[in-house]
């Protein structure tokens, strides 16, 4: 069984728009908000590629998915790869502060070394090329 989409709260009440309902109709939308979704670059170091030889992806999956819940967060995906990086993990998590204490104590324990990147959906870059913005480029 799927896990369902993790939200924050209940979700923000959207009046309906007002030639979708009558005058006095309680209808409402409800439209969940979602948490912020992050990937991890991870590269294994000698001893993580020992663990991962003693333990398995599995068991890594599961340890994963373990601590991510445990920021209140859900794992979204998690693959080994070919290149400079071994494996990716997509997670949401509630904020930033979790992403980076995720980054921090798989670095520190010295099996990984990781980098996050913060994923954006569509509607936030319409949103993002929709604020106004002052720049002065160098030199100009």
Do not use: C, I
């Not at 799927?2 to 959207?14: D, I, K, L, M, S």
């Not at 993580?48 to 967060?73: A, F, I, N, T, Y």
């Amino acid at each position: 069984m799927a896990a369902a989409p993790a939200t924050v709260g209940v979700g923000r009440q959207e009046d309906a728009d007002e030639g979708d309902a009558d005058e006095g109709d309680a209808e409402t939308h409800w439209k969940a908000e979602t948490m912020p979704t992050y990937l991890f670059r991870v590269r294994l170091t000698v001893d993580g590629l020992k663990g991962l030889l003693k333990d398995g992806g599995s068991k890594r999956r599961e340890v994963v998915e373990r601590m991510v819940q445990g920021l209140g967060g859900r794992l979204e995906s998690m693959y080994w790869a070919f290149g400079e990086e071994d494996v990716y993990v997509t997670v949401e998590l509630p904020n930033n502060t979790s992403a980076a204490a995720m980054g921090l104590v798989t670095s520190a324990a010295g099996g990984v070394h990781t980098s996050t990147v913060v994923l954006l959906t569509a509607d936030e870059v319409d949103e993002a090329v929709r604020q106004k913005v002052e720049y002065q480029p160098p030199g100009a």
